[in-house]
């Protein structure tokens, strides 16, 4: 169980610096948008910037798929589907399997 909560905080967190991040000013100031102006247009692009936003979505609904699964309601395991009181199922609501 801890294990999944630190992959879905690992989800969530990477998903929201994808999609914050290339629409904020240390976007445009980046180490290699220095080292290679280049590549400045490139970085700028805001085609770029969105498809690096639906990254971070993926990452986030990802994130919260893996979540899921830990909220689901469940019975008691040791219970049969069609409750402890009734026989086998027949498709039929109350009905029993004659012996």
């Given at each position: 169980?801890?294990?999944?909560?630190?992959f879905v905080a690992f989800f969530v967190e990477v998903g929201l610096l994808l999609i914050v991040?290339?629409?904020?000013?240390f976007w445009e100031q980046n180490y290699?948008?220095?080292?290679w102006p280049a590549l400045q247009p490139f970085f700028?692009?805001?085609?770029?910037?969105?498809?690096?936003?639906?990254?971070g979505l993926v990452n986030l609904v990802a994130g919260v798929f893996e979540l899921m699964p830990m909220f689901d309601v469940r019975g008691d395991q040791n219970t049969p589907l069609n409750g402890p009181d009734q026989g086998p199922y027949t498709g039929k609501r109350g009905a029993q399997v004659e012996p």
């Open positions: 169980m801890i294990r999944r909560l630190v991040l290339p629409w904020s000013a290699f948008a220095r080292a700028v692009n805001n085609f770029i910037r969105g498809g690096i936003t639906g990254l």
